[in-house]
Structure formats: structure tokens, C-alpha cells
């Protein structure tokens, strides 16, 4: 009695550990509502579906994704316009949709350029309202000849940003030190591409040649592991585990390694060294992880 008993609970258990961890994946057109803008669903030289999404002299576009999520992970394959894309942004970000004033937001935006000129991956974090964490990077490819993965890593400990699954940016939670983190609303992922010329192209100088439109950027292959959909993020409380690692990831060896790489050659920007904006003293998530 005692055993079966013990085995009913064991299996139930399991069950519950498997519907903890929800995964989306497969057909992207399931995940994904088109919001606005001539996005258009197509299949790409692979088979794969995927979202076309435009800007031209009239609309920029945006997808999101059906579900909010507290603490996931997400990752996109994009493809960025090619040649002449200056003064165009497309981005990818995770944000809350209750009052701007306390919002949160975790972005990567990648800023387009001449042709023949890198792009600026542009990072940024809001959290009860305040931004102003920005880190931008270079790229170590050129992301308009091929897709490649961009994710975010959203947990109640850090917030990593992977390229193809190399860290690029990590931000720890330091909600104990009295510095906002992401925490206690859900997100959704959105995607836009839009026009920025009045400050995205080295500094604003270079415009958006609209003789060049429309402007492409491909998205597909989207998929969310979240920890539940926030209507049941109880589930989800303190000391669960996650079979698939992400929510309750550690940096390892591995990662502090490429987070060092990606520091010192591909970083271009950092709030944190700005000593010209920060004349007073860094804020205060600043100090060392
Ligand atoms: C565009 O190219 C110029 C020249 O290489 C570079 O200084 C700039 O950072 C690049 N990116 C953007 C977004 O302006």
C-alpha cells in the first residue's frame, strides 16, 4: 500500500515536472501574431517558415508572440537586411504591457549601416521603468548573409543575451542591492523593424536611402521554453528545478570565457565605462558580478 502509493506520487511527480516546463516550438505561425506592418509569412530556401518583415516610406512592422511569459527563454533565427540598410533597427525584445511608468524590458536592437559597413547590436535593460544599461557590440559575422540565433536567457537570477549561443551579456539580478530587475511581471517577445535615422546610423549623420525600399529582415525558427504561462507561475516557485537547465542556469567556465572573448573584442560601448556620462559616480549595478 505504502509502495504504490509512493510510486502514484513519484509518477505524478514526474508529470508535473513535465508540464512545469512548457515548450513551444515547430510551427512558428502557432507562437507568433503579425501586429502590424506588410510582414508576410514565407518559406525560405529550406523549407522553413518564416516571417518577412518590412519597412518601407509608409509602415514598419512588428510580430509578438501569443504568450507572456515569468522567466524563459527565447530564441529567434534572423537574417538582417542586406547592403544599404542605415537609419533602418530591427529588433527583438521581451517586454511587460502594464503601466510604461514601471515597465520592464530586455532589448536587442540592431542598429543597419552603409553598405559594406557592421551593424551595432545594441543592448538594453528596463526594469521598474529605468533603462539606461545600454551595451552595444559588433558582430564576429556578417548577420545579413545567413540566419543566425539570438536568445534570451531571462531567469530570477540573470538575464543572458546569447549570439549563436555564445554569451554576449549577462545582468545579474542585484534586486538585493535595491537595483530594479525583471521579476515579478510577465513578458512577451515582440519584433519590429522600424526607422531610426534621426540618431541609429553613426550617430544619426547617415539617413535612410528610401530609394532602397522596401527593407527585409527575415525571422523564423521561434521557440520559448518558459517556466509556465504567468497565470500559473506559482508552479514555478522558489527551489523548482528545471529539467532543461535554463532556469536555474549558472554561469559556468565556458560562459565566463566567452563573456571575457566578447568583452574584449567585441564590445564597442559600455555604460559602465562611460566615465563622461557617469561624472558622479557609476550606478550601482555597476559594481563587479
Ligand atoms: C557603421 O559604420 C561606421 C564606420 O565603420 C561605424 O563607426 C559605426 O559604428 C557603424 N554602425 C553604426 C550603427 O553606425
Redesign the pocket.
Known sequence: MGQARAQLLASLAAFYLILAVSHVAGNMADNIDIMWGSSKWVTDSTGQQAIAMTLDRYTSSAIRSKNAYRFSRVDMDIKLVPGNS?GTVTTLYMITEGQWQTHDEIDLEF????SG????LHTNMYARGKGGREKQYRLWFDPTQDYHTYTIIWNRDWTLILVDNKLLRQIKNKLMYGVPYPFYQPMRMYATIWNADDW????GR?KTDWSQAPFTAYFRNYRATSCTSYQSSSICGEGSTSPRGWLNQELDETRKQQLREVDSKYK?YDYCTDRKRFKNGFPAECMAE
Not at 111 to 114: A, E, K, P, R, T
Not at 117 to 120: A, D, L
Not at 200 to 203: K, N, P, S, V, Y
Open positions: 542605415a542598429l543597419g549601416n552603409s559597413q557592421p551593424y551595432t541609429a546610423t553613426q550617430g547617415v564597442i
